[in-house]
Each structure stands twice: as structure tokens, then as C-alpha cells.
């Protein structure tokens, strides 16, 4: 079965410094990996996704990720946090080739970053 | 473009009630799904609707249901209640092309079970 796993509940960051939210995946066949972001009161919001190609993925806001296949993770960046980035943030994966549009969604990490 | 519009935003009900939720998705997406989020058990997935029928269905009991309407609007429906039916429950859509898992979430309607 397809899971994700975020080992962090929560990262704490100083406005300014680097920020890394880490996922690891288990998936049988090629991952379709995705990050969203969900604020206060919201629905989520997508970042990014990693299908095929480059292991690096940019997306919104300056943010991107790295897949890594042999450590199996997709580790979520940005080089330099503000702190309207603090907010709620899930790692995903699609439920395998015939799970349409089903995303697996891990527990989710907080991010606070701090003036 | 409009977003993914739930209602109602914020319900409370007492168990053994029933309730509908209601999804607009954006113009143009065919794919409606629903999650449900909860502080102890995070994200899980619903079920999906794609051109009014159900393709993919969560781990729930037969008391979550949804259908699909022809405008692609979808619904929710939760009988019988239970203190642990209280949730987020999240709308997404897509334009289902490339089935890439794209989501595009409305904001949710909150649901109390008193």
C-alpha cells in the first residue's frame, strides 16, 4: 500500500534562515508526489508536484523539493523562510496507477517561523 | 476564475442527525473528491465522482455517501451521526486530463456532532 510519512510534527525556523520539511514515501511502481499547504481556517493549497524528469521541483512561493529515489524521500525547501510561511504542511502521494485522483496525505508538519 | 465552493461553511448537529454537504467545483473540472480531516486521524480520503459516477471509495461506513450531479456540483451525505463523524470536510476538483493529482481545495465545511 501506498503511505508517506512526515517524522516531524513540528519545525520551528528563524525568518531569514533556510527551512526543510521532510516526507518519506513507500509507493510500488513510480511515485506521483505532491506538497500542499493549509492556513489557518482553509482548505489546501497545492506547491508543487514531482511526476517524472528533474529531481528538483520549484513551485509556488519559493518553494521547491528534491526527490530522492534510493532514500525515498521528497524533502520540502525554501532558501529563505518568512514568516507568512508558518502554516500547516502535507506531504502526498497518489494511491498507485489506478487511484485516479485518491491522494495518501501524511500526518502533516507545522512550520513556525519566528521573527 | 471562481474557486471550489463548499456550503455549508460551519454546521452543528446532534447525533443521530443527518447532514448534506454541497461542492461547486471550478468550471471545467469533471473530478469532484471529498476528504474528510481530523485532528487524530489527518486526511482521508472520501470517495471520488468523475461525470456523475463514484470511481474510488475511502475506508468509511455506508453511512458516508455522495453523489455527482450532471454540472459536475457534488454532494455529500452523512446519516446517523456520531460524536466522531466532527470534521473538516474538504472538496477538491480537477480537470482530471492528465490525472496528476492536481487538487484544487474549497475551504471546507466544519461539522460539529453534538
Known amino acids: 500500500a501506498q503511505s508517506v510519512a512526515q517524522p516531524e510534527d513540528q519545525v520551528n525556523v528563524a525568518e531569514g534562515n533556510p527551512l526543510t520539511v521532510k516526507c518519506t514515501y513507500s509507493v510500488s511502481g513510480n511515485p506521483y508526489l505532491f506538497w500542499y499547504v493549509q492556513y489557518p481556517n482553509r482548505g489546501l493549497q497545492f506547491l508543487l508536484k514531482?511526476?517524472?524528469?528533474?529531481?528538483l521541483v520549484k513551485g509556488s512561493y519559493g518553494f521547491e523539493a528534491e526527490f530522492n529515489k534510493s532514500q525515498t524521500s521528497f524533502h520540502l525547501k525554501k532558501p529563505s523562510a518568512l514568516v507568512s510561511d508558518s502554516a500547516l504542511y502535507f506531504c502526498?502521494?497518489?494511491?498507485?496507477?489506478?487511484?485516479?485522483?485518491?491522494?495518501?496525505f501524511g500526518a502533516g508538519t507545522r512550520l513556525a517561523v519566528h521573527p | 476564475k471562481a474557486g471550489v465552493t463548499q456550503t455549508p461553511r460551519y454546521l452543528i448537529k446532534t447525533r443521530g442527525q443527518q447532514v448534506t454537504l454541497s461542492c461547486s467545483p471550478i468550471?471545467?473540472?469533471?473530478?469532484v473528491s471529498w476528504y474528510q480531516q481530523t485532528p487524530g486521524q489527518g486526511l482521508q480520503f472520501l470517495f471520488e465522482?468523475?461525470?456523475?459516477?463514484?470511481?474510488n471509495k475511502g475506508n468509511f461506513p455506508g453511512r458516508f455517501s455522495g453523489r455527482q450531479f450532471s454540472n459536475s456540483r457534488s454532494e455529500m451525505n452523512v446519516s446517523t451521526l456520531e460524536l466522531g463523524d466532527s470534521a473538516l470536510y474538504l472538496c477538491a476538483s480537477t480537470t482530471d486530463r492528465t490525472n496528476t493529482g492536481e487538487l484544487f481545495f474549497g475551504e471546507g465545511s466544519r461539522l460539529t456532532v453534538l
Open positions: 468550471s471545467g473540472h469533471r473530478s
Open positions: 502526498a502521494v497518489r494511491d498507485g496507477a489506478g487511484g485516479y485522483n485518491k491522494l495518501i
Open positions: 465522482y468523475f461525470s456523475e459516477t463514484q470511481r
Open positions: 514531482y511526476i517524472t524528469g528533474d529531481n
